[in-house]
């Protein structure tokens, strides 16, 4: 058991000089590294659809106030036109926090929810995660390499509600230390098209040509199990893929395994073990 405190775990004051400090190692980074962001938007859409997914964006969250999920919207909303259109060309790499830069009240963002420490909190600009969330699923059914890719790791914080996808493919950001980036290593341009209806959030991922195979991500083996007196999530998640042509699975790759404290009550039926 860790018996002393990290130093932005001291105070409120600690923590703030940790968080500035964290961000200005990144700042530094980004200024003088050699990666190349995307950076251009095209109002045109490429001509080839590779995968679209809609995501609801008022779902139960345990009781979490629902006028953070009203707020989220609007941050969603104001977040979106920095990254529609984006095209991400061969040898760039695409970083959320580059084009979306720091949600600042000024700007119209909201408080929204956020996850701090394993739990439930609140901070201007959250609930963006789910941008990420579905920015991360359209980049995993694409040959597009993840190179930056944080989880809410360890804990299982609320029951499934209308879930389309499986658990453990989510993501984590924080203003600008905690990224979500991918990189174009192919030789064809891709895209990523976002929008809202009044119930959704909508995305596309494109490109010039169509693929030769496609992708499947599915979870196996999960379950709850108990140990001790606390009950875990876990289960594998695989992504798998597939010749369009022939439908033979080319790979199968294991991309997350699950092993989550579960924060909500469950039945015992529903329990192994």
Same mark, same amino acid.
């Given at each position: 058991?860790?018996?002393?405190?990290?130093?932005?775990?001291?105070?409120?004051?600690?923590?703030?000089?940790?968080?500035?400090?964290?961000?200005?190692?990144?700042?530094?980074?980004?200024?003088?590294?050699?990666?190349?962001?995307?950076?251009?938007?095209?109002?045109?859409?490429?001509?080839?659809?590779?995968?679209?997914?809609?995501?609801?964006?008022?779902?139960?969250?345990?009781?979490?106030?629902?006028?953070?999920? &009203? /707020?989220?919207?609007?941050?969603?909303?104001?977040?979106? #036109?920095?990254?529609?259109?984006?095209? =991400? +060309?061969?040898?760039?790499?695409?970083?959320?926090?580059?084009?979306?830069?720091?949600?600042?009240?000024?700007?119209?963002?909201?408080?929204?929810?956020?996850?701090?420490?394993?739990?439930?909190?609140?901070?201007?600009?959250?609930?963006?995660?789910?941008?990420?969330?579905?920015?991360?699923?359209?980049?995993?059914?694409?040959?597009?390499?993840?190179?930056?890719?944080?989880?809410?790791?360890?804990?299982?914080?609320?029951?499934?509600?209308?879930?389309?996808?499986?658990?453990?493919?989510?993501?984590?950001?924080?203003?600008?230390?905690?990224?979500?980036?991918?990189?174009?290593?192919?030789?064809?341009?891709?895209?990523?098209?976002?929008?809202?209806?009044? &119930? /959704?959030?909508?995305?596309?991922?494109?490109?010039?040509? #169509?693929?030769?195979?496609?992708?499947? =991500? +599915?979870?196996?083996?999960?379950?709850?199990?108990?140990?001790?007196?606390?009950?875990?999530?876990?289960?594998?998640?695989?992504?798998?893929?597939?010749?369009?042509?022939?439908?033979?699975?080319?790979?199968?790759?294991?991309?997350?395994?699950?092993?989550?404290?579960?924060?909500?009550?469950?039945?015992?039926?529903?329990?192994?073990?």
């Amino acid at each position: 058991m860790r018996s002393r405190k990290l130093f932005c775990e001291i105070s409120p004051l600690t923590y703030q000089i940790s968080l500035y400090k964290c961000r200005f190692v990144r700042h530094m980074q980004n200024a003088f590294s050699l990666t190349r962001f995307a950076n251009e938007i095209s109002k045109k859409p490429l001509p080839v659809l590779i995968y679209k997914q809609n995501s609801l964006m008022r779902r139960r969250l345990g009781d979490v106030d629902l006028q953070l999920q &009203e /707020n989220k919207v609007v941050n969603l909303n104001l977040s979106i #036109p920095k990254v529609t259109g984006i095209l =991400i +060309k061969p040898k760039e790499t695409f970083s959320f926090w580059h084009l979306v830069g720091k949600c600042a009240q000024k700007k119209g963002y909201l408080m929204g929810l956020t996850i701090a420490n394993g739990s439930p909190s609140c901070g201007i600009g959250g609930g963006l995660c789910q941008f990420t969330n579905l920015i991360h699923w359209l980049i995993l059914h694409t040959p597009l390499e993840i190179v930056e890719h944080h989880h809410h790791d360890g804990v299982d914080l609320f029951p499934d509600y209308g879930r389309q996808i499986p658990f453990g493919t989510g993501t984590s950001i924080m203003y600008n230390h905690v990224d979500y980036r991918f990189k174009n290593n192919s030789d064809q341009t891709y895209q990523l098209i976002f929008y809202t209806t009044d &119930e /959704n959030l909508c995305g596309e991922i494109r490109s010039m040509v #169509p693929l030769n195979f496609k992708y499947h =991500i +599915k979870s196996e083996d999960q379950r709850f199990i108990r140990v001790n007196k606390d009950v875990f999530r876990v289960g594998k998640i695989f992504r798998e893929c597939i010749d369009k042509t022939t439908g033979i699975v080319i790979s199968k790759e294991l991309i997350k395994e699950n092993h989550a404290r579960v924060m909500y009550p469950i039945e015992e039926g529903k329990i192994d073990g």
